[in-house]
């Protein structure tokens, strides 16, 4: 379980980020947080995983205090957590094995992964982790080769391996075309649901929110604004969260795809 | 064959595809190996070559440490006595003359060398003119021209003057050839000759670059004309070598800890000037420069 | 004839930026110590006249090819030079690898390490080349030997500084992937940092080698072994015939190095 008990972030240089965040999640929930940018989510979940420090307030994740953890223990609860992120955070230059073995760097020690020696099982695991994604295939390609749809699922695939608790994703689909977002944000609701790990989704586009959420979390200027279920979310209440009217930028693209983007997602499809 | 890997996954149970797993590529593992290899021969047999025994290996270390703690306490009264600091300053006069010359050269014989302002067969022998006087270095120019002048600082400023024209002259080249067209073609437009377009196309671009490789070819030739002075080319090197004779050691770490300062100090106040000149003279004095001087050098940032 | 004048014309027209007093004192400054440099360097137009005309530029040709191209002259010398370059390389490569990550900003472990690595490099980095390489023959006796130890100081100190940069300037996000899956920081720069920066460093590498078989050539004349040695010794016999038939069979290496390494290093990126 995680609850956030009046967390403050300012950055240095005075920018508040978070303010007098009171927030609990239970296991196994699929959270959606939406807000302007600037509002506050992203710093939401780097807080949580110790990547901002908190500046006041404290974090508890599954009985340990993450704000002012020691470097020991802030590894332990980021191996607990997985995260994936708007712009992938791929190795580019090495294979796409090299980089979901990242996800396993806190299993093994430091010398092997530091000289490559990862033992058969850790690979093992790596793989298994890009099965689940639909890309074990790939494994041996370079990462740069891959679409971005794909190398989000890369990512994925790394906070997998991590056999982590709690999920984050922080704008996952912010770079993708409308098709490869839902590919993506369908895996995350199937991990969620097949594996009962709690997911923490940052979304950009509120139909997406819309479509995929189940409870939802507002972000204003810092500030908690709505917390509560997906289905007593309408038009009306996002505009209460950002302040302002919604307008076209806060919508993905439709459904209705031109004819070229149309048989380019159809052959992304087949290349699975 | 079977894929280990596939086994493995068969033991663990949880498959959600039929499908084998694919296998690292096998080619990419040969060439890697074989490249370690070659370089694995390679060292072993220079390490033989050179005559190395194994108690000499183990010694040298020692020998050098040795060496070392008998610089301690450097004779910098002594030293100072003899004139290094004249000395030193000498090197320094020596770089700053020859990297001028070298500037003064290059920097029209660059143009000559550009794909964008000459044609090849004025620029491919330019381009290979610069590689020859860069592959000799100054050391040798210096030995060949003490033999003609005598020993002297004059010597060594021309043996650096024209060893750098050859690494100026080619980074010159390439910092004209990257230059943007724009400019250039909007004074052809306007009918302007071609040398107008030289002139005000091409050389505010590339100016800021090409002076700040001066400073820092001007860097290296300080270090250059200490060197130069160990074969009697004017400078601190004389100083050293003749200490070191002498095995005067507490000389020979004073002389080394005024060179190094010095050094030092040029590099940095050198590399704050190019970056003023690249960053295009942003007026910032409020003592930040001296600041992001002080961060190169030694890492540690305030503020 | 256009009228030039807008029809705003009469408002203040903004007053040309005078060029600064700084400027100017500073490239006068410029100038006066460059005079006082020249006079004290002893440049006079008369040595430059006297160097260009006097006879001893005869001695230089012609070369005699068959005292060059023999195996104990030259190409035995050669192939230490090599040997030295291939052991410098190494080893002053090797060590650089682990200096350059504690001295970058974005992979140093701690504070102190970064500060520590970056003085200690910058004062290794401020001894000319050829005081190590003198002052090690000093210490552990004439020869290859020395030579080598005193190219892999070079090599470091050049692998050093190029390597950081590089290191500075790479994509950070990986390692912030790598941090954030709970990796300790050495494996976390290993996994994250380096497939970025590694074509950069074998490209310097071998950038480095070349650099070691021309710096080979002046070792000798400190007595640390390669060509040089050679070249020191037909020095002072004044057979500036000899050296220059030496000089060009090292340029035709050295040149053939580059072009290899050239196209390796193409390859890499």
Same mark, same amino acid.
């Given at each position: 379980m995680i609850r956030f008990d009046n967390v403050s972030v300012t950055y240095?240089?005075?920018?508040?980020? !978070?303010?007098?965040i009171d927030l609990t999640i239970e296991d196994g929930e699929f959270v959606v947080i939406v807000g302007l940018s600037g509002a506050g989510k992203s710093t939401l979940l780097r807080a949580l995983n110790g990547l901002v420090p908190a500046t006041g307030g404290s974090i508890d994740f599954n009985g340990t205090e993450?704000?002012?953890?020691s470097a020991a223990e802030m590894r332990e609860i980021r191996s607990d957590m997985g995260m994936i992120f708007q712009t992938f955070?791929?190795?580019?230059?090495?294979t796409v094995i090299n980089n979901v073995l990242m996800g396993r760097l806190s299993y093994v020690p430091a010398w092997r992964s530091t000289f490559g020696l990862w033992p058969a099982e850790e690979r093992v695991k790596a793989m298994q982790a890009l099965e689940r994604v639909g890309?074990? $295939?790939?494994?041996?390609?370079?990462?740069? $080769? !891959?679409?971005g749809g794909q190398q989000q699922r890369v990512g994925i695939a790394r906070a997998l391996a991590q056999e982590p608790k709690v999920m984050l994703a922080d704008e996952?689909?912010?770079?993708? $075309?409308p098709v490869t977002s839902r590919h993506v944000m369908g895996d995350l609701q199937r991990i969620n649901q097949d594996l009962g790990i709690t997911t923490l989704v940052n979304l950009h586009f509120l139909d997406l929110a819309r479509e995929y959420g189940r409870r939802l979390i507002g972000l204003r200027d810092g500030y908690l604004v709505y917390d509560g279920?997906?289905?007593?979310?309408d038009d009306q209440t996002f505009m209460e969260i950002y302040g302002r009217a919604i307008t076209e930028?806060?919508?993905?693209?439709?459904?209705e795809l031109a004819d070229h983007e149309a048989d380019e997602a159809a052959a992304e499809v087949a290349d699975e | 064959m079977a894929n280990p890997l596939n086994e493995a996954r068969i033991a663990a149970g /949880? /498959?959600?595809?039929?499908a084998e797993w694919p296998e690292p590529p096998v080619g990419q593992r040969r060439r890697r190996i074989a490249l370690a290899t070659i370089v694995l021969i390679a060292v072993v047999w220079s390490v033989t070559g050179l005559d190395v025994s194994f108690d000499r290996l183990l010694s040298a270390p020692g020998d050098a440490w040795d060496i070392f703690k008998r610089?301690?306490?450097?004779?910098f009264e002594g030293e100072i006595d003899r004139g290094v600091l004249g000395k030193v300053l000498e090197s320094v006069y020596i770089a700053w003359i020859g990297t001028l010359i070298a500037a003064t050269i290059s920097f029209p014989l660059a143009f000559l060398a550009a794909n964008n302002v000459a044609p090849v067969w004025i620029r491919l022998p330019m381009r290979q003119l610069f590689n020859a006087i860069r592959a000799v270095p100054e050391l040798i120019v210096a030995v060949i021209l003490l033999g003609v002048t005598?020993?002297?600082?004059w010597a060594g400023a021309l043996a650096i003057g024209l060893h750098s024209v050859g690494t100026l002259g080619k980074l010159a080249t390439e910092a004209i050839e990257s230059v943007d067209e724009g400019p250039t073609e909007a004074v052809q437009a306007c009918g302007g000759r071609w040398i107008s377009g030289m002139r005000w196309g091409v050389l505010p671009e590339v100016l800021p670059i090409v002076i700040s490789y001066w400073l820092f070819r001007f860097e290296i030739n300080v270090r250059v004309s200490a060197v130069l002075g160990m074969i009697g +080319?004017?400078?601190?090197g004389s100083e050293l070598v003749q200490q070191l004779n002498f095995r005067n050691f507490e000389a020979v770490g004073a002389v080394l800890i005024i060179t190094v300062v010095v050094v030092i100090v040029i590099d940095t106040i050198s590399a704050s000037v190019r970056r003023r000149i690249i960053q295009g003279g /942003? +007026?910032?004095?409020?003592g930040s420069r001296e600041a992001e001087a002080l961060a190169d050098l030694t890492g540690i940032r305030t503020g | 004839m256009t009228d030039l004048a807008a029809p705003t014309a009469g408002a203040e027209w903004p007053t040309r930026p005078r060029p600064r007093i700084r400027s100017f004192v500073i490239f006068a400054a410029l100038v006066v110590f460059t005079i006082y440099a020249g006079r004290e360097v002893g440049f006079t137009l008369s040595t430059s006249w006297e160097i260009w005309t006097?006879?001893?530029?005869?001695?230089?040709?012609?070369?005699?090819w068959d005292w060059v191209l023999t195996r104990e002259n030259v190409f035995d010398p050669l192939i230490e030079t090599f040997q030295i370059a291939i052991v410098s390389t190494i080893i002053g490569c090797s060590l650089a690898m682990p200096i350059s990550f504690a001295m970058s900003r974005l992979t140093a472990p701690n504070r102190p390490t970064y500060y520590v690595s970056k003085s200690v490099m910058n004062v290794v980095r401020a001894v000319p080349d050829l005081f190590w390489a003198k002052l090690l023959v000093t210490a552990i006796g004439i020869g290859a030997f020395a030579g080598a130890w005193a190219l892999s100081i070079f090599s470091l100190a050049v692998m050093v500084k190029l390597f950081s940069e590089t290191i500075d300037g790479a994509d950070p996000r990986p390692l912030e992937a790598a941090q954030a899956a709970g990796g300790r920081h050495t494996p976390s720069v290993r996994m994250g940092v380096l497939p970025t920066v590694f074509p950069a460093y074998v490209a310097y590498a071998l950038y480095v080698f070349e650099l070691n078989i021309r710096a080979s050539i002046v070792l000798g004349l400190v007595?640390?072994?390669?060509?040089g040695r050679v070249v020191e010794a037909q020095r002072q016999f004044f057979r500036f015939d000899r050296i220059l038939g030496i000089l060009i069979i090292i340029f035709c290496v050295v040149f053939v190095i580059e072009q290899i390494s050239v196209a390796l290093r193409r390859r890499l990126v």
């Open positions: 240095r240089g005075g920018v508040k980020a !978070l303010r007098n993450v704000v002012g953890a955070n791929l190795a580019l230059r090495t890309i074990v $295939d790939k494994a041996y390609v370079r990462a740069s $080769d !891959l679409s996952p689909v912010a770079a993708l $075309d279920d997906i289905d007593d979310v930028e806060d919508l993905m693209a439709g459904v | /949880t /498959t959600l595809e039929s610089m301690f306490p450097p004779d005598g020993l002297g600082p +080319a004017g400078g601190v /942003t +007026a910032r004095d409020d | 006097n006879p001893l530029w005869e001695k230089f040709w012609p070369v005699p007595g640390a072994g390669g060509v």
